[in-house]
């Protein structure tokens, strides 16, 4: 069964850090693509970063320079280290993966979500 589970979100200050997880099962990490994506309340969602199986990696223009995602295959871990946080990056956040090597597929498996708060 595949499963994806978000952890790290939390309450942090303007310009502050956080790092969120995505643990997954079910599935061997090494040769499929995995997203990031938020949505805030009222908002629709919007993708953040994706990283593909070969490595290559995908960010929106409103986090680059600020998020980095990374892998860790023997872990099956994704990563999202989220720094210089802003307000508007205030969301629910998810981590999703269509078991294809390259990002931009359909996105149909989804974890349940973590909630990233910035606030002062």
């Known amino acids: 069964q595949v499963q994806l589970v978000e952890s790290g979100g939390g309450l942090v200050q303007p310009g502050g850090s956080l790092r969120l997880s995505c643990a997954t099962s079910?599935?061997?990490?090494?040769?499929?693509?995995v997203g990031w994506f938020r949505q805030a309340p009222g908002k629709e969602r919007e993708g953040v970063s994706c990283?593909?199986?070969?490595?290559?990696?995908h960010y929106a223009d409103s986090v680059k320079g600020r998020f980095t995602i990374s892998r860790d295959n023997s872990e099956n871990t994704v990563y999202l280290q989220m720094n210089s946080l802003k307000p508007e990056d205030t969301a629910v956040y998810y981590c999703a993966t269509d078991l294809v090597p390259h990002c931009g597929g359909e996105y149909e498996l989804w974890g349940q979500g973590t909630q990233v708060t910035v606030s002062s």
């Open positions: 079910g599935f061997t990490l090494d040769y499929y693509a």
């Open positions: 990283i593909s199986s070969d490595g290559s990696i």
